[in-house]
């Protein structure tokens, strides 16, 4: 936000000579009218002056990275002499324009507001960047189908240019090379299924079937004898689990005996060898 005190530190003058009618933008933003121009501002926002005595003022806002920070340290113009900018409103965009020719060390000022009409096309709408793609024409079915011929022979020269060319005469050739060659390999197979034949009758004896004798397991010897049997086996031993008790018959289970404690055996032992008439 520009300040008001005509000895602010923050001025901004012009580098470069800029022609009248020159605009910077166009710029996203909401311009509004301030009832008040002592109105408190937020950093970024822009105080105009109208010019007149009906509006005090305009209140320009934008979180549009694009506007450079020179232009929002403009001071507002006091009289129209000292104007150099002036805000443009063009539908929904801002434009910056200079309203007179400015030499180089020119402090830049600004004041008033214009405001623009939207430039209309042909077609009767407004000549503005529309977003998305663009829609596409309406075709006659003529036109649809010569639109899928050429896309039929775009297809087909891919294709021929990826595989090769195939003239019918080639064909016709490899066929014939190809049967020629099939009966030859058959000719082959049936002489040499007849010589096996041939060999095989009046010679085939038991002695063909005989399984093979297994090798014996083991070491070779040194002393060119046959390797002997290993005795013990190797890995681990199999844990033998206790073998399983035989059921007992009716007879055994009535003389199976009680299993009695210790303490009570003493005290049959006891009175057992007890005399009444040792004691008296």
Same mark, same amino acid.
């Given at each position: 936000?520009?300040?008001?005190?005509?000895?602010?530190?923050?001025?901004?003058?012009?580098?470069?000579?800029?022609?009248?009618?020159?605009?910077?933008?166009?710029?996203?933003?909401?311009?509004?009218?301030?009832?008040?121009?002592?109105?408190?501002?937020?950093?970024?926002?822009?105080?105009?002056?109208?010019?007149?005595?009906?509006?005090?003022?305009?209140?320009?806002?934008?979180?549009?990275?694009?506007?450079?920070?020179?232009?929002?340290?403009?001071?507002?113009?006091?009289?129209?002499?000292?104007?150099?900018?002036?805000?443009?409103?063009?539908?929904?965009?801002?434009?910056?324009?200079?309203?007179?020719?400015?030499?180089?060390?020119?402090?830049?000022?600004?004041?008033?507001?214009?405001?623009?009409?939207?430039?209309?096309?042909?077609?009767?709408?407004?000549?503005?960047?529309?977003?998305?793609?663009?829609?596409?024409?309406?075709?006659?079915? !003529?036109?649809? %189908? *010569?639109? #899928? &011929? $050429?896309?039929? /022979?775009?297809?087909?020269?891919?294709?021929? @240019?990826?595989?090769?060319?195939?003239?019918?005469?080639?064909?016709?050739?490899?066929?014939?090379?190809?049967?020629?060659?099939?009966?030859?390999?058959?000719? !082959?197979?049936? %002489? *040499?299924? #007849? &010589? $096996?034949?041939? /060999?095989?009758?009046?010679?085939?004896?038991? @002695?063909?079937?005989?399984?093979?004798?297994?090798?014996?397991?083991?070491?070779?010897?040194?002393?060119?004898?046959?390797?002997?049997?290993?005795?013990?086996?190797?890995?681990?031993?199999?844990?033998?689990?206790?073998?399983? /008790?035989?059921?007992?018959?009716?007879?055994?289970?009535?003389?199976?005996?009680?299993?009695?404690?210790?303490?009570?055996?003493?005290?049959?032992?006891?009175?057992?060898?007890?005399?009444?008439?040792?004691?008296?």
């Amino acid at each position: 936000m520009a300040s008001e005190d005509a000895e602010a530190q923050v001025k901004v003058f012009a580098k470069q000579a800029v022609a009248k009618g020159h605009r910077y933008g166009p710029y996203k933003g909401k311009l509004t009218t301030m009832t008040k121009w002592d109105e408190a501002l937020q950093m970024g926002s822009i105080k105009i002056p109208s010019g007149n005595t009906e509006v005090s003022g305009y209140r320009f806002d934008s979180n549009d990275f694009t506007i450079p920070m020179w232009l929002r340290f403009i001071k507002p113009a006091v009289t129209a002499d000292t104007q150099t900018i002036t805000i443009v409103q063009v539908g929904y965009n801002f434009y910056f324009e200079v309203t007179k020719d400015v030499s180089v060390g020119t402090e830049h000022f600004i004041l008033g507001r214009k405001m623009e009409d939207v430039e209309i096309g042909p077609d009767g709408n407004p000549l503005v960047k529309k977003r998305g793609r663009p829609k596409k024409p309406k075709l006659t079915p !003529e036109q649809l %189908a *010569a639109i #899928e &011929e $050429e896309k039929k /022979k775009k297809l087909e020269a891919k294709h021929r @240019q990826k595989c090769g060319t195939i003239k019918a005469k080639d064909i016709y050739e490899d066929v014939e090379g190809d049967e020629e060659e099939a009966e030859i390999e058959e000719e !082959e197979e049936a %002489a *040499a299924a #007849e &010589e $096996e034949a041939a /060999k095989a009758d009046g010679k085939s004896t038991d @002695q063909n079937l005989d399984p093979m004798v297994k090798r014996p397991r083991g070491r070779p010897r040194k002393d060119g004898l046959p390797p002997q049997q290993r005795k013990t086996r190797r890995g681990r031993r199999r844990k033998v689990g206790r073998p399983r /008790k035989r059921p007992l018959s009716d007879s055994e289970e009535e003389t199976k005996q009680i299993k009695v404690p210790h303490y009570i055996r003493l005290v049959q032992v006891f009175f057992s060898d007890f005399q009444p008439s040792n004691y008296t």
